[in-house]
């Protein structure tokens, strides 16, 4: 078998060159075409490593999956998933990436050792030259998840009391520019908009805010620019956007620095926000946070929330066009809520009693996860599947949750978007039964270890679980119950849009469209 493969290479190798004649590029291209189709044979056939998790075949070297991969990653993913189990590898542009799929394999991926698999390994070419030195990736674990804690103490239920009517106001603002009585709207870049006036606003407090209209609004689309797979493959080229993107985060870093020494030299009371929580914090062993370290994590903590959250509500706000019983029944809670009249300004403790609202949410986070895989580096050999496969050193690990969101096994009709499946059941969790030991803290409060053995993870699990989950249900829940309360939805005139996958964050892809009525 393995003989006839090879001779029948080798002859269409000959015939090839004889068609191209004997030159040298004719000699270089034949060699490179044997290279490849010799290579793509020699993996078909070769016994592969059985404790190792299966490779999947690929016909260019180096490349490897990098294209089906970035096309479609969840399609990508779920298409070998069929062919190799829950636990395989590819190469993507020279990695190595090993995939844990499944409820077990979520929870093999983010309830790793430290010292088996690392985060910061896997991420920080890409984010510290966005969110600067000191902070996040680029600190040991055990300072992330302190800085993790620094940034919880400043997402409290009183920090969410004084938050809603800033978002309401905000969207209010933003959505005058509408002022046709009805038409057709950019979805996508409204709420991006409404997002970043928001966080702004609520997390980095009132002067960032008034800066967003000009100054901080540029710096930091130059640094958003920063976050591209190119970004991930090459941390620094010679490129304009790279340029950039580092003068961008300098002059953003200048511009906290700015602002604590004015907070530092006031007497007045110091706002109640992120960045006063920043100043006052402690590390473990003492030592206060640097203001650079403030300045930086506030630029991260924009940067987490900022496609995460509008690509969550641009998708929301396209569904609910195409349901106008659905609207009429947000609508219904809302009266509920807030009286017949909805006289009453929406407040915190009235988010907590929507629940259908809610519900749109966490259904909107089950079918349109912005963030599709999360990865990270293998430090030590690693054992995977109950012990059926290691990983090497050097591969990294690669998880998708979204794969196990749109399981049938786990969630009815999956494709559906249907909220009500919430309402019944919260926790959307088969076996997420406490055991004895299930509590940890890394640091930055509670969590189940459990809780990772889940279907449904959008903000991930274990250490690295998101901090910012309550913060964004807060925005977007609110942004939601303002936006119909402007306006009647109905679906845009291209419909409703393809996942756009080339960015890091999965949007919506252009255009984004939905067509509104103001209402009375
Ligand atoms: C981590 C999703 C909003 C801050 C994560 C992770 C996911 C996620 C999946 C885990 C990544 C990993 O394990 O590699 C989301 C989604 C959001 C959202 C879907 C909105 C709908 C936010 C917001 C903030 C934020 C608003 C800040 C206010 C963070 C931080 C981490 C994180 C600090 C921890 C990173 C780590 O420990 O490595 N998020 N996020 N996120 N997120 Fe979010």
């Given at each position: 078998?393995?003989?006839?493969?090879?001779?029948?290479?080798?002859?269409?190798?000959?015939?090839?060159?004889?068609?191209?004649?004997?030159?040298?590029?004719?000699?270089?291209?034949?060699?490179?075409?044997?290279?490849?189709?010799?290579?793509?044979?020699?993996?078909?056939?070769?016994?592969?490593?059985?404790?190792?998790?299966?490779?999947?075949?690929?016909?260019?070297?180096?490349?490897?999956?990098?294209?089906?991969?970035?096309?479609?990653?969840?399609?990508?993913?779920?298409?070998?998933?069929?062919?190799?189990?829950?636990?395989?590898?590819?190469?993507?542009?020279?990695?190595?990436?090993?995939?844990?799929?499944?409820?077990?394999?979520?929870?093999?991926?983010?309830?790793?050792?430290?010292?088996?698999?690392?985060?910061?390994?896997?991420?920080?070419?890409?984010?510290?030259?966005?969110?600067?030195?000191?902070?996040?990736?680029?600190?040991?674990?055990?300072?992330?998840?302190?800085?993790?804690?620094?940034?919880?103490?400043?997402?409290?239920?009183?920090?969410?009391?004084?938050?809603?009517?800033?978002?309401?106001?905000?969207?209010?603002?933003?959505?005058?520019?509408?002022?046709?009585?009805?038409?057709?709207g950019n979805i996508h870049e409204a709420m991006a908009?409404?997002?970043?006036?928001?966080?702004?606003?609520?997390?980095?407090?009132?002067?960032?805010?008034?800066?967003?209209?000009?100054?901080?609004?540029?710096?930091?689309?130059?640094?958003?620019?920063?976050?591209?797979?190119?970004?991930?493959?090459?941390?620094?080229?010679?490129?304009?956007?790279?340029?950039?993107?580092?003068?961008?985060?300098?002059?953003?870093?200048?511009?906290?620095?700015?602002?604590?020494?004015?907070?530092?030299?006031?007497?007045?009371?110091?706002?109640?926000?992120?960045?006063?929580?920043?100043?006052?914090?402690?590390?473990?062993?003492?030592?206060?946070?640097?203001?650079?370290?403030?300045?930086?994590?506030?630029?991260?903590?924009?940067?987490?929330?900022?496609?995460?959250?509008?690509a969550?509500?641009t998708w929301?706000i396209l569904?609910?066009?195409?349901?106008?019983?659905?609207?009429?029944?947000?609508?219904?809670?809302?009266?509920?809520?807030?009286?017949?009249?909805?006289?009453?300004?929406?407040?915190?403790?009235?988010?907590?009693?929507?629940?259908?609202?809610?519900?749109?949410?966490?259904?909107?986070?089950?079918?349109?996860?912005?963030?599709?895989?999360?990865?990270?580096?293998?430090?030590?050999?690693?054992?995977?599947?109950?012990?059926?496969?290691?990983?090497?050193?050097?591969?990294?690990?690669?998880?998708?949750?979204?794969?196990?969101?749109?399981?049938?096994?786990?969630?009815?009709?999956?494709?559906?978007?249907?909220?009500?499946?919430?309402?019944?059941?919260?926790?959307?969790?088969?076996?997420?039964?406490?055991?004895?030991?299930?509590?940890?803290?890394?640091?930055?409060?509670?969590?189940?270890?459990?809780?990772?053995?889940?279907?449904?993870?959008?903000?991930?699990?274990?250490?690295?679980?998101?901090?910012?989950?309550?913060?964004?249900?807060?925005?977007?829940?609110?942004?939601?119950?303002?936006?119909?309360?402007?306006?009647?939805?109905?679906?845009g005139?291209k419909?409703f849009p393809e996942?756009d996958?080339?960015?890091?964050?999965?949007l919506p892809a252009k255009p984004a469209q939905i067509?509104?009525?103001?209402?009375?």
């Open positions: 078998m393995m003989e006839q493969l090879l001779s029948t290479a080798l002859v269409g190798m000959r015939s090839t060159t004889q068609l191209l004649a004997a030159s040298w590029p004719a000699t270089l291209f034949t060699a490179l075409v044997g290279w490849i189709i010799g290579g793509y044979l020699y993996r078909s056939i070769r016994r592969p490593n059985p404790s190792e998790p299966p490779m999947v075949n690929y016909w260019i070297p180096f490349i490897g999956s990098m294209v089906s991969f970035g096309m479609n990653p969840v399609q990508f993913l779920q298409k070998n998933r069929e062919i190799y189990g829950d636990y395989y590898t590819f190469l993507m542009f020279g990695r190595r990436m090993t995939y844990c799929l499944g409820v077990d394999g979520n929870n093999a991926f983010f309830n790793a050792r430290l010292a088996d698999a690392n985060a910061e390994e896997a991420y920080a070419s890409l984010t510290v030259p966005v969110f600067g030195e000191g902070v996040v990736y680029d600190v040991p674990n055990h300072m992330l998840m302190d800085q993790k804690r620094f940034a919880k103490g400043g997402l409290t239920a009183d920090a969410f009391r004084l938050y809603v009517p800033i978002i309401v106001k905000e969207v209010e603002d933003y959505f005058a520019r509408w002022h046709e009585p009805s038409g057709v908009q409404c997002i970043v006036n928001t966080a702004t606003h609520c997390l980095m407090g009132r002067e960032i805010r008034a800066m967003m209209d000009d100054t901080v609004a540029q710096l930091y689309e130059d640094m958003d620019k920063g976050f591209t797979p190119l970004n991930f493959l090459f941390p620094s080229l010679p490129l304009p956007a790279y340029r950039r993107r580092d003068r961008a985060h300098a002059k953003m870093s200048a511009l906290f620095q700015s602002i604590i020494d004015a907070r530092r030299a006031s007497t007045d009371a110091p706002p109640d926000d992120m960045m006063t929580a920043l100043m006052n914090s402690h590390y473990k062993d003492g030592r206060r946070m640097s203001d650079k370290e403030v300045g930086n994590l506030m630029i991260a903590l924009l940067m987490a929330g900022q496609h995460t959250s509008s969550t509500t929301a569904y609910l066009a195409d349901r106008p019983a659905l609207v009429e029944a947000l609508r219904e809670e809302q009266r509920k809520c807030l009286g017949d009249d909805l006289a009453t300004p929406i407040a915190y403790e009235h988010l907590r009693d929507m629940r259908l609202l809610d519900a749109v949410v966490r259904e909107t986070l089950r079918l349109r996860p912005p963030i599709v895989t999360a990865m990270r580096k293998v430090m030590r050999p690693m054992t995977v599947a109950g012990g059926k496969y290691v990983v090497p050193a050097g591969h990294y690990l690669g998880s998708s949750p979204a794969l196990t969101q749109l399981d049938p096994t786990y969630f009815k009709e999956p494709l559906q978007f249907e909220p009500t499946r919430w309402l019944d059941n919260n926790s959307a969790t088969a076996d997420e039964e406490e055991t004895a030991g299930d509590q940890v803290d890394y640091g930055f409060g509670t969590i189940k270890l459990s809780g990772a053995r889940n279907p449904y993870l959008p903000f991930g699990a274990g250490r690295h679980r998101c901090i910012g989950e309550s913060f964004a249900y807060v925005q977007i829940k609110t942004i939601l119950a303002t936006m119909l309360r402007l306006f009647d939805l109905a679906p005139p419909g996942m996958f080339t960015s890091l964050v999965v067509t509104y009525r103001r209402r009375q």
